[in-house]
């Protein structure tokens, strides 16, 4: 069974930096692109980004290019999202997804940032 | 961007009944590879996206043959036949030919 488990959210305060992780299971990590897929509390779904299946290239959302970064272990089978300089506007659920830009077949639990000082 | 209008914003529907859902993109969703990647979720209340159809009219592994996706270029239809309980939720369009965009979902509730 495919498993996505994202962590590392919370209560940040604006400016802040904060990096969520993504620990997946019942599939070869190492094998599928990965993505996060942040939905806002009044519900707008934005493509956050996403990593090649080796980690050798990220593409990003334009808007969120200089202030999001993409990484990813596949030994650790781990997807993670650094977020810098963080605004009230970063509030939101943030979904570890599988798959590349063309859908998105499996999704995390999601988890909860806010930002707010 | 590729802006994604769905229609209407709420629908209700009796058990046993068929809906349809509108999807609109403001550009072709035609890829230069010839594949169109509009694609269809639902959100059940207090849970996680899942996806239903992929590639505009492919149902993904394990969702029942109740669910049909049609359309080309820009206009997209899903159809839901013979409504069950647990088809209620918000339903997302959502294309990856550009940057991935969603639409902002169509509530569906029981009548």
């Known amino acids: 069974e495919v498993q996505l488990v994202e962590s590392g959210g919370g209560l940040v305060q604006p400016g802040a930096s904060l990096k969520l992780s993504c620990v997946a299971s019942g599939f070869t990590f190492s094998d599928y692109w990965m993505s996060w897929v942040r939905q806002t509390p009044g519900k707008t779904m934005e493509w956050i980004g996403d990593?090649?299946?080796?980690?050798?290239?990220?593409n990003y959302a334009p808007s969120l290019k200089n202030r999001f970064t993409i990484s990813r272990d596949n030994a650790k089978s781990t997807l993670y999202l650094q977020m810098s300089n963080v605004r009230s506007e970063d509030t939101a659920t943030y979904y570890c997804?599988?798959?590349?830009?063309?859908?998105?077949?499996?999704w995390g639990q999601g988890v909860m940032v806010t930002v707010s000082s | 961007d590729v802006v994604m209008t769905q229609t209407p914003v709420s629908l209700s529907v009796s058990l046993g009944g068929q809906v349809s859902i509108s999807c609109r993109s403001s550009?072709?969703?035609?890829?230069?590879?010839?594949?169109?990647?509009l694609s269809w979720y639902l959100q059940k209340p207090g849970q996680s996206p899942q996806l239903l159809i992929y590639?505009?009219?492919n149902r993904f592994s394990g969702i029942s043959d109740r669910f049909s996706g049609s359309g080309s270029g820009t206009d997209f239809t899903l159809k839901i036949s013979r409504v069950e309980p647990d088809d209620l939720g918000v339903y997302y369009c959502?294309?990856?030919?550009?940057?991935?965009?969603f639409g902002a979902g169509t509530k569906l509730e029981l009548k």
């Open positions: 997804t599988r798959a590349g830009t063309d859908y998105f077949d499996y």
């Open positions: 990593i090649k299946y080796d980690g050798s290239y990220t």
């Open positions: 550009q072709s969703l035609v890829h230069n590879n010839g594949n169109t990647y």
């Open positions: 959502g294309q990856g030919t550009q940057y991935p965009t």
């Open positions: 590639k505009v009219s």
